[in-house]
């Protein structure tokens, strides 16, 4: 079962354009969220994150959304640079336990110069 | 920074054989994860440890098992390679509830 979705495998965005990615997850027991970027041939690298007290979280030109009531978290990138080519992972897991963190299937993001 | 190394970024084994992936985490993070990537399926937890000689299955450990002797070190075993084992392969080390990962191993089994 896939706890956690992302719905749209690529998204294309001209640079200077904002970047929106989605994440839905069905387990109302996470609480915490967290945005992994992957280049390829790398691993994942921790980008960003949000624990369900809060309903935003900023970092330069990253905002991170959580809606609890609908299970949503979108990952906000504005201005879109084309280094920001790659593979976004949404993953949730809960604080207390060490070993539930979910992740979805990734979101291909290519942003066009 | 933390770091994170895996022993081999790419590795062609051929069916039956046995294969170890280790990896090495320098912050002395007691949570160690391997995972497996493969496309349109994100990725998926095979094992975990949350202490040295202990372990806990994931959601698919079937046809792996893993070792961890030092703290700073967790293996992954494919005890005999099969081609369905294709993939690629990312250890983690976990500090205040974030993952960090290293490089991957892409394996191929023939």
């Known amino acids: 079962d896939q706890q956690v979705k992302q719905n749209s495998p690529s998204l294309s965005v001209q640079e200077g354009r904002i970047s929106i990615l989605n994440c839905d997850y069905t387990?109302?027991?996470?609480?915490?969220f967290l945005w992994y970027k992957k280049y390829p041939a790398e691993g994942p690298t921790f980008l960003i994150s949000?624990?369900?007290?809060?309903d935003k979280n900023e970092d330069g030109r990253f905002t991170v959304f959580l809606n609890k009531s609908a299970k949503h978290l979108s990952l906000h990138i504005v201005p879109s640079q084309p280094g920001d080519s790659a593979v976004y992972f949404c993953?949730?897991?809960?604080?207390?336990?060490?070993?539930?963190?979910?992740f979805g299937a990734g979101t291909r993001l290519t942003v066009k110069p | 920074d933390v770091k994170v190394t895996q022993s081999s970024r790419y590795l062609v084994k051929r069916t039956g054989e046995k294969v170890f992936l280790e990896c090495v985490q320098d912050m002395d993070h007691e949570n160690m994860f391997w995972y497996r990537q493969d496309p349109g399926l994100g990725l998926r937890l095979i094992y975990f440890s949350y202490d040295v000689k202990m372990k806990e299955k994931g959601d698919i450990p079937e046809g792996y098992s893993v070792s961890r002797e030092k703290k700073e070190r967790f293996s992954l075993i494919l005890e005999s390679a099969s081609t369905n084992q294709t993939s690629m392969y990312l250890c983690?080390?976990?500090?205040?509830?974030?993952?960090?990962f290293g490089p991957g191993t892409r394996l191929t089994v023939t």
């Open positions: 387990n109302s027991m996470f609480d915490y």
């Open positions: 949000i624990s369900s007290i809060k």
């Open positions: 993953a949730a897991r809960t604080m207390y336990n060490n070993n539930d963190m979910r």
């Open positions: 983690a080390s976990e500090g205040f509830y974030e993952q960090y």
